[in-house]
C-alpha cells in the first residue's frame, strides 16, 4: 500500500473536511485490514486522535466510539452486565491479545466485512450507527447501502435494556476467522437472528425470527426456525468451510442460540 499524505485530525469535524477535500482519501481506524490491500492512497486520515475511543452508559443507551478498539470492549464492565455479556464472548476470542489492540469497532462496521463477528452481534441486537454528515441509522440498514467513502462513523448506540443475547462461532482454528457466527436476541417476546460469515456479512433470518415468535419454543420449534434461517439466507463455499458444512452448522447453532436465551 502506498499512501502519499497521512494526517491525525484533532476532531470528527477536521476529519470530515480532510475526507472530501481529497478525491483518494480513506479513513483509518485501527488499519488492521487495510494496510492489508494493494492500493495508492492520496490522503490517510488517522482516527487515533479523534477522540472517538470511548463506551459511555447513558440513562437508556449504551454508545461506543468508533476507534474503539476490541480489546476495550473485551475488558468492559459496563458492556460485561449488559446483553449477557454477549459482545464480550465474541470478541474474546478474536485473534490475538495484539490484533484486538489494533481492530476498531468503526472500521470493522464501515468495511462490512464478510467474517466479522462483531457485526452478527451488534446486528442482533438493533444497534443504530451514528454517522457525521447523516446522523443515526440502524446498522441493517447501513449494511445494505452502497459503500459511501465520503462520511465517517462517529459511534454505535445499542438500546440499554433487560434484552437478552447469545454468540456463538465455529472455526478451524482458535485463531482463525468464523467459518459460521450466530447471534440471537431476545426482547419483548421476539427473537433477533443474525447469521455471518455465510461467507458474506451478516444478516438476519426475518423467516426464522417470524416463525419464532408465533411458536411455541418446543424441540420442534427450534429445530425448524433454525431449518428456516439456513433456507432463507444465502451461503456459499471457500476456503473454511462448504455451503454445505455452512448450512448444518447453521440450523444447529441457531437453535442452541434460542435455548441460551429462552433460559
Known sequence: ??????????????????????????VIGGGAYVRLGIRHIDLAIDMCNAGLDFIDEKKETIEIGSTTTFRTLEKSDILKSYYSGAIYKTVKDIMGVQMRNIVTVGGTIQGRYGFSDLITTLLALDCSVVLHKRGEIYLEKFLKERIDHKDIIEKIIIKKDERLASFISMRNTSNDFSMIN????????????????????SALAKKAMTYMESSKGNEYDLIKTGEIALNELIFKSDLRASKEYRKELCSVLVKRGLLEVMK
Open 182 to 201: 450466530v447471534a440471537v436476541c431476545s426482547k419483548n417476546g421476539g427473537y433477533n437472528i443474525a447469521v455471518g460469515a455465510r461467507p458474506g456479512v
Open 1 to 26: 500500500m502506498i499512501i502519499d499524505r497521512y494526517e491525525k485530525p484533532s476532531s470528527i469535524k477536521e476529519a470530515y473536511e480532510l475526507l472530501i477535500s481529497t478525491p483518494k482519501s480513506v
